[in-house]
């Protein structure tokens, strides 16, 4: 390493819609820190504003943060705090949306290796974007070293699973689907990188062995996109004593394979649900549709994991009629959790680049951070307008629909009921 020739400090800015940061932490950050130690040769230092409210060095060379739409405005508060010479931001945010002030560099897409050649190159300001994405292996493990609350405990675990210290790892990049609400096509060039699954298992026996991590949530968007590959993950989580949740789609899952997984120790699978109407998915652009959806709950059931329901409310389209078809099939399937997102038209989406094919509009924003999809207060939230509802009667639909999910769901395991 070659500490003290540029001091490099790297930003995860704090994230007002995650009541617990260590549940489903924004890894980007930590993959950065490892490609600068291994590409530049230099030691970065980490501020982590989930957990420090001031900065840990007064100065720096390179000041680089990592944001979304919902973290800009600390991303910003983050590069006025610091003295800097090159403030740096990667991220889904700029990605979308292009170069933005105050920062003197923007990284689009995967930032691994334009961040390695920033800080070599510094104090030029390099290219913002790889020319190709690398060979996912390629890239090295994240610096868990450099967050120290990762050995704390950590509730990921199902509600009735005892709970054990634990963190998210990516074994994917990338995503197949084109859901009208979603950006993450921008990120990763449309592209699905699989890791080889020999070296994600070596990553979750490091985080065993060295930090005492149980507990796993693999945060890929589709996890068992490969069959065969997701059968030898699933299997080696299993030898190394490992309790785990994933996503996937309901079209994806099968009964045999949520058995496999059962068996493999998955406590708990999360489907994007998004509606219990047939209009709305369509509207979304999620290929798929109700019948499917409920099978793939009522199949979790069946073989005892826990089923997490993804919902959005206030997608363009939305009416009552459809947030009481969401509320029917939610009291039908009975999942175990449903979590309630407002909708987004986060850039970068299909929303986002043509508002017009779906017949709405969008308010510009205030304040990045009230762009998020929860953690809103009541009166918060919905920045796309259409003409079958008003903002006042979607504020209300949300509260319809968390009270009842609350009433419904609670934080009780229906499993362990008599």
Known sequence: MHEGLVRVLLVNPATPYLRAPRMRPMLGILYIAAAIREWAGVEPTLWDMNYSAEPPVEETDILMVTANTGTWRAAC????????????????????????????????????????ALVRDFPSKGPSRAPTSLPIDSIPWPAYDLWPELAQESAVAAEGVEIGNGTAIITSRGCPYNCHFCASKR???????????????????????????????????TADLNKRRFTRLCRGLHDLGILWRAETRTDRVTLDELYMMKDCGCIEVGYGIESGSQRMLDLMGKKNDVATNSRAIRWANEVGIHSRAYLIVGFPGETWGSIHETLKFLRITQPHRAVV??????????????????????????DWEDWRQ?????????????????????????????????????????????
């Open 341 to 366: 997102n407002s909708f987004v038209p986060y850039p970068g989406s299909a929303v986002w680049e043509n508002p017009e094919a779906f017949n709405c509009s969008i308010q510009p924003p205030t």
């Open 187 to 221: 990120m990763w060039d449309g592209q699905v990188r699989l890791r080889n699954v020999d070296d994600v298992l070596a990553e979750v026996l490091h985080l065993r062995d060295h930090y005492g991590i149980t507990r796993i949530i693999l945060q890929d968007d």
């Open 374 to 418: 929860q953690e809103l207060s009541p009166d918060e939230g919905f920045p796309c307008s259409f003409p079958s509802m008003t903002r006042e009667e979607l504020l209300s639909a949300r509260a319809l629909v968390q009270q009842e999910c609350e009433q419904m769901f609670g934080s009780v395991d229906r499993r362990l009921e008599t």
């Open 77 to 116: 508060d983050a590069r006025a705090r610091v003295r800097h010479q090159l403030s740096v931001v990667g991220g889904p945010h700029v990605t979308a949306l292009g170069h933005q002030p105050p920062f003197d560099v923007s990284i689009f897409g995967e930032g691994e290796s334009v961040a390695a």
